[in-house]
């Protein structure tokens, strides 16, 4: 089999992985490199000829997870070429793209996991793993007595981390391993678990009357710590409508509205002006467990950057009192000035800002129970501004560049 890394050797987010066989050539995952303020449109067409233009040269394209720098770009490729996604991670994605207006590929086929898919003459197969988006998934790559394993995003210190070692084992050892190396080259210690993230919310939001949090939607996991804290805190659980939406279409152990009497839906200002049809599907449902019922209460609520002026709004009516914000992502992302603006924008309201989070991404302890169960011959690192760094955990580690060809 030949793999060639399209992009991602050089970067987080955005990577694109062809491997080839005899007879079949797939890409894993195709999704937008990470914003930043100086790239304003992430969502751009890559223009890969046989994939996104021109004659079509692949036979599918299997995705990981839900994350947009995984998927984001679905929608470009070519209409004859069958895209494969996890049902649960699908529903995501579609529901994002309805909140944002984005377009939504006109069709993709349900991946589940433990069941191979046959594409000519390579066996594929999604293992479930554990990482800050829901449902997320390593794929196996079978062909000609070759095994290669593609990573995906993927941690051990979350609620599904005891899939991990299972997982592996399941896969066994294989010829080559594409590794996710986010977290190459920081410091060299053992994350937080979100159990653990638990207990240290569950405390400083005692101390507090009203608590709001800026955290990931998808990130499910992290619903769930912060809803454990604010029960054990006596607070109820607020989330915004998109999250909000988020949980109720999926399993019934999530915390969500319209399944938990303790939580609640808020809907920002932002959305005011959406259409009736919108209001409709995605509002009315939660019309009875929503705003003004809420905010007599101490409260722990999901916000995001664009809600400072429902903040505020609480603020005047004499609503916040003794709050703080609670930030529970990737520290680069305070670097953008959207979160700069939102951030002091709560300092100015007198409202506090403290830091609890834990990486989506797995530490130097995941890496090498992976390196040491599937005994790969050979290691390529994506998914890293670091890729040097992958030689201090794989002694097999290949450097490439984007479009060099590794045969195997």
Request: proline residues 2%; glycine residues 6%.
């Amino acid at each position: 089999m030949k793999v060639k890394i399209i992009k991602g050797t050089n970067q987080i987010g955005g990577c694109i992985t062809e491997i080839e066989s005899k007879s079949a050539r797939i890409i894993i995952d195709f999704g937008e490199d990470l914003p930043s303020d100086e790239v304003k449109d992430c969502h751009e067409n890559p223009m890969i000829d046989g994939l996104t233009t021109g004659k079509r040269k692949y036979d599918a394209v299997f995705i990981t997870h839900s994350h947009g720098d995984h998927i984001g770009l679905i929608d470009y490729i070519l209409e004859d070429i069958s895209v494969y996604v996890e049902k649960e991670s699908k529903k995501i994605y579609e529901l994002l793209n309805k909140f944002t207006y984005k377009n939504t590929r006109f069709k993709t086929t349900d991946m589940e996991f433990n069941k191979p898919i046959t594409i000519k003459d390579m066996k594929i197969t999604l293992f479930r793993i554990d990482h800050s988006s829901y449902n997320s998934g390593m794929i196996l790559i079978e062909s000609n007595g070759k095994k290669i394993l593609h990573t995906g995003d993927y941690r051990n210190h979350g609620r599904k981390g005891g899939l991990f070692t299972s997982t592996l084992n399941k896969i066994g050892e294989v010829d080559l391993l594409i590794t996710e190396g986010t977290t190459f080259g920081r410091k060299d210690e053992k994350y937080k678990t979100e159990e653990d993230l638990e207990l240290l919310a569950s405390h400083e939001f005692k101390k507090y009357n009203q608590i709001f949090i800026l955290q990931a939607s998808t990130n499910i996991d992290r619903i769930v710590t912060f809803y454990k804290a604010s029960k054990k805190a006596h607070k109820v659980f607020i989330e915004d409508i998109f999250t909000a939406n988020i949980t109720n279409i999926l399993n019934s152990n999530i915390p969500t509205p319209k399944k938990f009497n303790d939580v609640y839906a808020w809907i920002p200002l932002k959305y005011q002006d959406k259409p009736k049809k919108f209001k409709d599907k995605y509002f009315l449902p939660f019309e009875d467990r929503c705003n003004s019922m809420i905010v007599a209460n101490d409260f722990t609520m999901l916000v995001k950057t664009s809600m400072l002026k429902d903040i505020k709004m609480l603020k005047e009516k004499g609503v916040i009192t003794n709050a703080c914000l609670i930030y529970s992502m990737w520290e680069g992302y305070l670097e953008k000035k959207s979160f700069k603006d939102f951030i002091d924008g709560i300092k100015d309201l007198g409202i506090s800002f403290k830091i609890i989070h834990t990486s989506g991404h797995g530490d130097n302890t995941a890496r090498k129970i992976v390196n040491e169960i599937t005994k790969p011959k050979k290691v390529i690192p994506i998914h890293t501004e670091n890729k040097e760094i992958a030689k201090e955990v794989f002694k097999n580690a290949i450097i490439l560049d984007d479009n060099e060809i590794l045969e195997i």
